[in-house]
């Protein structure tokens, strides 16, 4: 057998444990203490994520029980790390570190996940964020200052590392069999037969779902069952579910496809809302929660029945959002007396939607067939395994103005429908929502036609007015009247249809909308579950998520990075999945978003403040220490509008003192009350969202930043509701709950309209973005500036890079040449920039097209590169960095967005280091790496200087 080190998957994963993960254990010794302990057990917990691999890499997928007993040691070892952080008090000066690595250590799950490896190791990376930031923060004046920076630098660069590893070598889950020599073993688990046309061997679709019911469903059932309480009964309201789903598809069996699907799906719709109760009903400190809340999060993959398109990817999405929990459930389980039984669970859960998938995959691969079981219809049968090619004609489909035609003849007449149905403002909202839709249809005849104009929020005029139509009638209905979760729901999720003014990710942006108003349609099912009219109000909430879920789907399809203007002329296409979109947020005006956040602090936290002081005691104390924080954070704010982001993170944490002083005061008072206090769940409902405040420092995804810090108080916001409801001042605590909520979905809002993917510096503070004036300055003297200090780049750092690659020599001195070649190409285009005004969209593409030439230049030289070549990470490590020079066409963020293309390439630069260590040229090489880095640091210094937030023209 071939030794490991020859599989480049696995000799990957080494350098990793070699190169970042030695760096962060170097740097816990020189801290001690808990943090010395704590790193001894993540170093074993990566040595058993690798003997994983090993054992991976020489076998197919094994059974559930099999896959859990291998992955044993790792959990065990996951448990370890987090129980160092809970022995630590909160008040221990290395508490940060160990709750770091407590939140984030869970990333090694990903060799169970079955979809999206890498954003599930994103997402617990980021669990860590908040408290590696709390160390840079504490520590930022300390004499050790630099052995805390280090070692969250190792950190970060561990998780870095991770991702790169998976992305390369595991894209979307683990891959079993891949050998000890690099290429894949045969694996029969995910071969078909080509041409796949034994009927014979297959039953229909009917007699196959029901198959699916009375066996890995009944599996499940009888799993729940043995674990008993609501577990059981959830279940066998989702058992229902599937055998009503199986009803259903008898009847399409024999019919064509009606006019109005919802009809006959209503009766899968309303246990599908059962099912998602129990997620809302039990406690999270419940033994089930987290069993209740998988199912709960993933009972919607029963309605891949109403999908047009794609099917087996929704139901994919809807297993993973359940996933979370289902890893919980085995980590609270694993060592209990009766943990066989849960494990036996999850595995039943697992191979349900498995089962799923593959019925789907086999019989109604694009969507649901109709009258497959008439006299001559063509049977549904198992589709080809073949890659889509995203760059087919598709001439044949519907054009987009159609597309969206079809979405309200269809998904918006079935809403409009059942909104008449329930009447009252409910219908009457409708009707200014269908306007809004209609408008927007309008809108996109006329962008069809046309390019895009300068002003184009003129043309979305009658969209607004009738979103805020839609928003004024959600406002106007008090909250205990009967249709108030209705209205709220539309009201908080109308913003959908500003995608078309969006200058990139339309389709996370519709999410994030619909999600403002899920928990509303959740409150809708549960207020209704037991009503007369139960089934109308099911269906009602069906019909908006389908809405939603088709303007997604539309959006996704045609316009998936930004609205295409002039789309006659140039059809849009649906966008290829592997091309790299470059960072863009639709910010707004500094003036507009300062005087946005202090009307939140001159309204809801002043309210919030108001009512703290009637109830008084350390509710009071702990308020001003809110209401303090705020207002740090809105002077923040006012300095941030008005300069460029500092290049010292030291710099940056200094600004942000004041806020986490009052932060950590609002927790201290929380941490002083006995458990027995009447106030108790008050203050620990803002000890636990208040660090919603550190969004200003969260790289990505602040809003969900935000909603997850809102959600960690919410549970005890509902006990001061419990606690009070029959006392005298129920009133009193009701108002301040609300208050409370109010703060917070108010930041949300305000981070979603303009700080989307990050906090942006130098927006101005007079109503625009902070850019170089190009009517105010003089063209001349800045011009000059503008240029030399780029020429200056290249004779510095760009220099430096080629003449040591120049000693290194071979393929990597043709590279660098290459790269000085995209400088130059790149210092031409800047020097026609600096002399003209911003051209049109087409005359820009010609200038750059020298840029874009150079830049692939770069690549195939990479390519050209012989398999296991010696320099092969030299030279992934440029083609990766290169597209940093696309910044030119990039509309905000282009520091940020240079700092992402470094970081694609930092993964291989590491391994650079790694390879060479201990040879004679060791040195020649680590100095060719510097050079790498100080050139891409240099080029974000002059962007920052002369180009803050775009291309200064």
Not at 155 to 181: C, M, P, R, S
């Amino acid at each position: 057998m071939a030794s490991e080190s020859t599989a480049p998957h696995l000799a990957d994963f080494k350098a990793l444990i070699d190169g970042p993960l030695s760096e962060y254990c170097t740097a816990s010794t020189k801290l001690g203490g808990c943090v010395l302990t704590q790193s001894e057990l993540v170093k074993s917990a990566f040595s058993a994520s690798y003997t994983f691999l090993l054992t991976a890499a020489q076998q197919s997928k094994p059974s559930d029980e099999a896959l859990q007993t291998m992955v044993t040691p790792i959990g065990e070892l996951m448990g370890q790390i987090q129980g160092i952080a809970a022995d630590t008090p909160p008040r221990d000066p290395l508490f940060n570190h160990v709750s770091a690595w407590s939140e984030s250590i869970a990333a090694l799950g990903w060799v169970m996940v079955d979809s999206k490896a890498v954003s599930y190791i994103s997402d617990f990376e980021g669990a860590g964020e908040f408290y590696t930031s709390k160390v840079l923060m504490t520590y930022k004046k300390a004499d050790n200052a630099a052995d805390h920076q280090q070692w969250v630098k190792a950190v970060k660069q561990i998780f870095a590392d991770l991702k790169a590893f998976v992305k390369a070598h595991h894209t979307q889950k683990l891959e079993w069999n891949k050998g000890l020599t690099g290429g894949a073993a045969a694996d029969d688990e995910d071969e078909e037969d080509e041409d796949g046309d034994d009927e014979g061997s297959s039953a229909d679709p009917v007699s196959a779902f029901d198959a699916l019911v009375s066996g890995p469903v009944a599996a499940y059932l009888e799993a729940s069952k043995a674990i008993g309480g609501c577990v059981e009964s959830q279940a066998a309201d989702y058992v229902e579910g599937w055998k009503k789903e199986a009803e259903f598809i008898k009847k399409a069996a024999s019919m064509p496809k009606p006019d109005d699907v919802q009809s006959l799906v209503g009766d899968i719709a309303a246990e599908m809302g059962k099912v998602g109760e129990y997620g809302g009903s039990v406690p999270p400190r419940d033994d089930l929660f987290n069993h209740v809340s998988a199912i709960s999060e993933s009972v919607s993959a029963l309605g891949w029945v109403v999908l047009d398109s794609k099917p087996v990817p929704y139901i994919t999405d809807a297993e993973g959002a359940g996933e979370f929990y289902l890893s919980k459930v085995l980590m609270k389980y694993k060592k209990a007396d009766d943990g066989e039984k849960h494990v036996k669970w999850v595995t039943s859960v697992k191979e349900m939607y498995a089962g799923l998938k593959a019925y789907v995959k086999e019989y109604f691969t694009t969507s649901l067939t109709w009258n497959f079981g008439a006299a001559g219809a063509k049977k549904p049968k198992k589709t080809k395994k073949k890659a889509v090619d995203d760059d087919e004609d598709d001439s044949s489909g519907p054009d987009p103005v159609a597309a969206f035609q079809e979405i309200i003849d269809v998904q918006l007449a079935a809403y409009i429908d059942l909104s008449k149905k329930i009447g009252g403002e409910v219908a009457t909202q409708a009707d200014s929502f269908a306007a809004g839709w209609k408008h927007e249809l309008e809108f996109l005849k006329k962008a069809a036609k046309m390019p895009k104009p300068d002003d184009v929020q003129s043309m979305v005029g009658d969209i607004a007015g009738e979103m805020g139509k839609v928003g004024e009638i959600a406002s106007g209905v008090p909250p205990r009247e009967t249709l108030f979760n209705h209205v709220t729901a539309i009201g908080e999720s109308v913003g959908v249809l500003g995608w078309v003014v969006l200058d990139s990710k339309p389709v996370p942006y519709i999410g994030d909308m619909e999600g403002a108003g899920e928990f509303y349609l959740s409150k809708v099912l549960m207020t209704f579950k037991k009503a007369d009219d139960a089934a109308v109000h099911q269906e009602w909430v069906k019909s908006v998520k389908d809405l939603y879920s088709a303007l997604k789907a539309f959006v996704k399809e045609y316009f998936s990075t930004s609205l295409t203007w002039n789309f006659e002329a140039n059809k849009p296409k649906k966008s290829s999945g592997g091309k790299k979109t470059a960072k863009k947020s639709a910010a707004s005006g500094g003036s507009s978003s300062l005087s946005e956040f202090k009307a939140i602090l001159d309204g809801v936290v002043a309210e919030y403040a108001s009512l703290s002081k009637t109830i008084g005691g350390p509710v009071l104390d702990q308020s001003n220490s809110l209401v303090s924080a705020f207002t740090q954070e809105y002077e923040f704010l006012v300095k941030a509008a008005g300069m460029p982001k500092p290049a010292s993170q030291d710099d940056i944490m200094a600004m942000l003192t004041p806020i986490g002083t009052e932060i950590g005061k609002a927790q201290e008072i929380q941490n002083s009350v006995a458990p027995r206090d009447p106030f108790v769940n008050h203050l620990t409902a803002i000890g636990e969202t208040i660090p919603a405040l550190s969004w200003v420092v969260v790289e990505s995804k602040p809003v969900g930043f935000v909603g997850d810090m809102e959600g960690a108080g919410d549970f005890y916001l509902n006990k001061v509701l419990v606690d009070y409801k029959k006392s005298d001042d129920c009133k009193t605590h009701q108002e301040w709950v609300r208050s409370t909520r109010a703060i917070f979905a108010e930041l949300k809002k305000f981070v979603k309209a303009h700080h989307t993917t990050g906090l942006m510096w130098n927006t101005g503070t007079g109503g625009g973005a902070a850019e170089a004036d190009e009517d105010d300055e003089d063209d001349t003297a800045s011009g000059g500036n503008v240029i030399s200090d780029f020429e200056d780049l290249m004779k510095g750092s760009v220099a430096t890079y080629v003449d040591i690659s120049k000693k290194i020599g071979g393929l990597v001195e043709k590279q660098a040449l290459a790269v000085l070649e995209v400088y130059e190409k790149e210092l031409a285009f800047l020097k026609e920039a600096s002399s003209m005004s911003k051209p049109s969209d087409d005359v820009f593409q010609t200038m750059v097209t020298p840029v874009g030439a150079a830049m692939g230049a770069v690549n195939d030289v990479k390519d050209s590169a012989p398999p296991r070549d010696e320099f092969e990470n030299h030279l992934t490590a440029m083609a990766e960095s290169i597209p940093a020079l696309g910044w030119v066409g990039v509309d905000s963020k282009p520091v940020s967005f240079v700092g992402d293309m470094a970081g694609a390439g930092e993964f291989y630069l590491n391994k650079v280091l790694t390879q060479f260590k201990g040879t004679d040229s060791a040195a020649l090489h680590r100095d060719w790496v510097a050079s790498v880095k100080a050139m891409y640091d240099d080029l974000k210094a002059y962007i920052k200087q002369w180009h803050t937030t775009k291309l200064s023209w």
